[in-house]
């Protein structure tokens, strides 16, 4: 347990636990990757926010390959709190989505909040979050950063632009997809894997599994970092532009990527059909010559492409049931630790 030292530069705030919590356990996931001095802050803000919680908690830590010393502040940090704080150590840095699902698979709640380890999010709002998700029958309930303390240009602009079009194409309509503070239900949740860089859309991810009735948001603090340097750019907005067009094929094609492929490769053949088909005829009625024209080569062009398109349907279509019949694979690989017995490792007494 630590003492009542204030780490925490943050505003002072008082935890405030819904009075009407339904019985349930917790666990709050951190993806950290060089975050050396957000360590202490962050954790003894967790515990100022859930210490009077009246449920098991945990928190799992994912150091994502840090170089620098996160993880030596981690293990000092849980020795001193108890083994209710855990540490999932990945062997080298596999990215924040693989960090995320690598927490997400060790926690042990029947709620599980995620949220960033730089102090931008504040834990004073878990309690709240968990509240709503629970007492409305929601699967998720994602925070919205409304008044939000980052730059113009860099961050914020760009952030606007890209929760529109996710909202338009995925059909989940939320104010702010890149707010890493959200509070799902594990039964859902756990029902999503995570590969690459799409954690941004685990909403979207989640409407596959769910409904979107069951998906809300809420209003949350957002702090401007203190510690340490942030680890995106302007560049992601093109990654962004990438995955939302992998999430569109993945929500409408996931199971029949042969239609989609298929689809076009009709297209593409029928146009190619009628073009040879047109100058066929125009030899045979006219005796024209077609050998040296243009659009007798774009019909065959059309038509291979077509028949391409099909058979690249027909391979996707395999490589689906490949996907769905073995689900085993990993997007990390984390250090060996002991198992902890389902009992032990819970803050379950609260803190007065």
Same mark, same amino acid.
């Given at each position: 347990?630590? +003492?009542?030292? &204030?780490?925490?530069?943050?505003?002072?705030?008082?935890? +405030?636990?819904?009075?009407?919590?339904?019985?349930?356990? /917790?666990?709050?996931?951190?993806?950290?990757?060089?975050?050396?001095?957000?360590? +202490?802050?962050?954790?003894?803000?967790?515990?100022?926010?859930?210490?009077?919680?009246? *449920?098991?908690?945990?928190?799992? !830590?994912?150091?994502?390959?840090?170089?620098?010393?996160?993880?030596?502040?981690?293990?000092?940090?849980?020795?001193? *709190?108890?083994?209710?704080?855990?540490?999932?150590?990945?062997?080298?840095?596999?990215?924040?989505?693989? @960090?995320?699902?690598?927490?997400?698979? @060790?926690?042990?709640?029947?709620? !599980?909040?995620?949220?960033? $380890?730089?102090?931008?999010?504040?834990?004073?709002?878990?309690?709240?979050?968990?509240?709503?998700?629970?007492?409305?029958?929601?699967?998720?309930?994602?925070?919205?950063?409304?008044?939000? &303390?980052?730059?113009?240009?860099?961050? &914020?602009?760009?952030? &606007?632009?890209?929760?529109? /079009?996710?909202?338009?194409?995925?059909?989940?309509?939320?104010?702010?997809?890149?707010?890493? /503070?959200?509070?799902?239900?594990?039964?859902?949740?756990?029902?999503?894997?995570? *590969?690459?860089?799409?954690?941004?859309?685990?909403?979207?991810?989640?409407?596959?599994?769910?409904?979107?009735?069951?998906? @809300?948001?809420?209003?949350?603090?957002?702090?401007?970092?203190?510690?340490?340097?942030?680890? *995106?750019?302007?560049?992601?907005?093109?990654?962004?532009?990438?995955?939302?067009?992998?999430?569109?094929?993945?929500?409408?094609?996931?199971?029949?990527?042969?239609?989609?492929?298929?689809? !076009?490769?009709?297209?593409?053949?029928?146009?190619?059909?009628? !073009?040879?088909?047109?100058?066929?005829?125009?030899?045979?009625?006219?005796? @024209?010559?077609?050998?040296?024209?243009?659009?007798?080569?774009?019909?065959?062009?059309? /038509?291979?492409?077509?028949?391409?398109?099909?058979?690249?349907?027909?391979?996707?279509?395999?490589?689906?049931?490949?996907?769905?019949?073995?689900?085993?694979?990993?997007?990390?690989?984390?250090?060996?630790?002991?198992?902890?017995?389902? $009992?032990?490792?819970?803050?379950?007494?609260?803190?007065?």
């Amino acid at each position: 347990m630590t +003492d009542s030292t &204030k780490l925490s530069p943050l505003p002072p705030a008082q935890p +405030d636990i819904p009075a009407d919590l339904p019985p349930h356990r /917790l666990s709050v996931v951190v993806p950290l990757y060089n975050e050396e001095d957000n360590v +202490d802050p962050l954790l003894e803000r967790i515990h100022l926010a859930l210490g009077p919680y009246p *449920y098991p908690w945990e928190v799992v !830590i994912v150091d994502d390959g840090s170089a620098d010393d996160t993880v030596p502040n981690l293990e000092k940090a849980a020795k001193r *709190y108890g083994p209710h704080v855990r540490i999932v150590a990945l062997m080298r840095n596999f990215k924040q989505t693989a @960090a995320m699902q690598a927490g997400l698979d @060790a926690a042990r709640g029947d709620v !599980i909040v995620t949220m960033d $380890g730089d102090l931008q999010n504040d834990p004073i709002d878990i309690p709240r979050m968990v509240g709503r998700l629970l007492r409305e029958d929601l699967d998720l309930v994602a925070g919205w950063r409304k008044n939000r &303390k980052d730059g113009m240009i860099l961050r &914020k602009i760009p952030s &606007k632009i890209a929760n529109r /079009l996710i909202a338009r194409i995925t059909g989940v309509h939320l104010q702010d997809y890149g707010c890493s /503070l959200k509070a799902f239900r594990a039964s859902a949740i756990k029902n999503v894997r995570l *590969y690459g860089e799409m954690h941004r859309f685990i909403p979207a991810w989640l409407a596959t599994v769910t409904t979107p009735r069951k998906i @809300a948001q809420e209003e949350v603090t957002h702090h401007a970092r203190m510690f340490g340097e942030s680890k *995106y750019g302007i560049s992601r907005t093109f990654r962004v532009v990438l995955d939302l067009i992998f999430v569109y094929f993945f929500m409408r094609f996931r199971t029949r990527p042969g239609h989609f492929f298929g689809g !076009i490769g009709m297209g593409l053949g029928a146009l190619g059909v009628l !073009i040879l088909a047109y100058l066929t005829a125009l030899k045979i009625f006219t005796g @024209a010559s077609i050998g040296t024209r243009p659009m007798f080569f774009g019909g065959f062009f059309f /038509l291979i492409a077509g028949i391409q398109m099909v058979t690249t349907g027909v391979l996707a279509e395999l490589l689906t049931r490949v996907y769905f019949e073995s689900g085993q694979s990993q997007a990390y690989v984390a250090r060996d630790v002991p198992a902890l017995d389902d $009992g032990a490792g819970w803050q379950d007494k609260p803190q007065r």
